[in-house]
């Protein structure tokens, strides 16, 4: 099968002789071979950062009313959600805590594009996309708590362990695609990356084996403009890193990703693309972290409060909500229902958060292999034999 998206472009002409130049040049011009797979020259986008919407794009659909009011909710509860596990960590209930406030339409829009049976592959900053998810919080933080592997279970959830190694998913995530399309299922597995990790071989491998082998994959790149300290003109020379898809014969487009509905429509075309049996996609995003990397990390030391400023007039839950107030899709009672529901959450979450948990320290070494070398072996029995002196210690 070749390139899906090589499509032949009619000749614009006027005259006889123009005619005949044309069909000349048709003739002996090859096929442009990078056709269809490179974004537009500009991020799309279908509201503008105020939240009036431009002209309607035949490309890019609008999704639907209800869609749009779900993602709001959605939204909402992401934002308080981040919020409180940014408190939780200056109570001393999270080790660690990469927020993405600013980045909710990305988070969202990422999981109302998907099935519940597609896969999802995130990094350390995608907690609030798996609440949105339907994960139970507490299960998502445990990681950050520091005191288990994974919170949830990665198969029953379709959601894959949160990454904190840089781009690794993007691998998993073309392995497992490739598996359920070879029998014969019609998955979809959405791999999140930052900007930064697009510099990494993975990333470049994971695409790569994806396209040659047309594995299902949505490579959704949330370009925040930052990897830690290091801003984006240091990351890239890349006009836009939507263009490294074309390499690798990835089509790809980017879009402003602090517009929720170019967000959802971008991505309802890439999953549906996947899904058609067409190989991977990759969407890059164009959106911004306006928290710091982590609650650890100083973000004014290198960046300074007038582009942070810049970026909170483009905020993408007051665009979409004053779009669908607008269109009467939101009014008074239902933007405070909401907001009442997202409280109630948040209040839940630090209820539970606050409960100590009971940890067993041998718990660290299981599975970590399937069968436990003799080293893991040997090391477990010296942990025991330290833990059973210091309680005797304790009774003495
Ligand atoms: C392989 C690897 N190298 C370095 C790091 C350290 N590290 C953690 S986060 C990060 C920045 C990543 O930036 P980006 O991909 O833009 O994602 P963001 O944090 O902005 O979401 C780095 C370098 C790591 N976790 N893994
Ligand atoms: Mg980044």
Redesign the pocket.
């Given at each position: 099968m070749g390139p899906p998206h090589v499509q032949e472009v009619p000749a614009v002409t006027t005259t006889p002789q123009a005619v005949r130049r044309a069909s000349t040049r048709r003739s002996t011009a090859p096929p442009d071979p990078a056709r269809g797979l490179l974004p537009a020259a500009e991020p799309v986008r279908l509201l503008d950062p105020t939240g009036t919407p431009l002209p309607a794009r035949a490309d890019y659909p609008e999704p639907p009313a209800e869609a749009l009011a779900e993602m709001y909710r959605r939204m909402v509860i992401g934002r308080r959600f981040d919020v409180q596990a940014t408190a939780l960590t200056k109570q001393g209930r999270l080790a660690v805590y990469?927020s993405?406030r600013g980045q909710e339409a990305c988070q969202v829009g990422a999981v109302l594009a998907l099935r519940e049976t597609d896969w999802v592959f995130p990094?350390?900053?995608e907690s609030m996309a798996l609440v949105s998810r339907g994960l139970d919080p507490v299960e998502v933080l445990t990681l950050l708590r520091g005191d288990w592997h994974c919170g949830y279970d990665p198969a029953a959830r379709r959601t894959a362990p949160q990454c904190?190694?840089?781009?690794?998913q993007c691998v998993h995530a073309a392995g497992l695609a490739y598996g359920e399309a070879y029998q014969g299922r019609d998955t979809v597995a959405l791999a999140f990356?930052?900007?930064?990790?697009?510099s990494?071989g993975d990333f470049h491998e994971g695409i790569n084996f994806a396209a040659v082998f047309r594995a299902p994959v949505v490579y959704f790149v949330?370009?925040?403009r930052?990897?830690?300290s290091?801003p984006l003109s240091r990351?890239t020379a890349a006009p836009s890193l939507a263009y490294k898809g074309v390499g690798y014969g990835v089509p790809s487009e980017q879009v402003d990703g602090n517009d929720p509905v170019a967000v959802l429509a971008v991505l309802t075309r890439a999953v549906a693309h996947a899904r058609a049996g067409n190989g991977p996609f990759l969407v890059e995003a164009h959106t911004y972290?306006m928290e710091p990397?982590t609650n650890a990390d100083d973000a004014t030391r290198y960046r300074d409060g007038a582009e942070v400023d810049a970026w909170r007039d483009r905020d993408p839950v007051a665009r979409l909500e004053t779009y669908l107030r607008a269109r009467g899709v939101l009014d008074e009672a239902a933007v405070a229902a909401v907001a009442a529901e997202a409280e109630e959450y948040a209040a839940d979450l630090r209820a539970r958060m606050n409960a100590q948990p009971t940890v067993d320290p041998l718990s660290l070494f299981d599975h970590v292999y399937a069968e436990p070398t003799p080293q893991l072996v040997e090391q477990r029995e010296q942990v025991r034999a330290e833990l059973a002196a210091a309680e005797q210690e304790g009774d003495a």
């Open positions: 990469p993405s990094t350390y900053r904190t190694p840089l781009a690794t990356i930052g900007d930064g990790a697009t990494e949330q370009n925040n930052y990897a830690i290091v990351q972290r990397h």
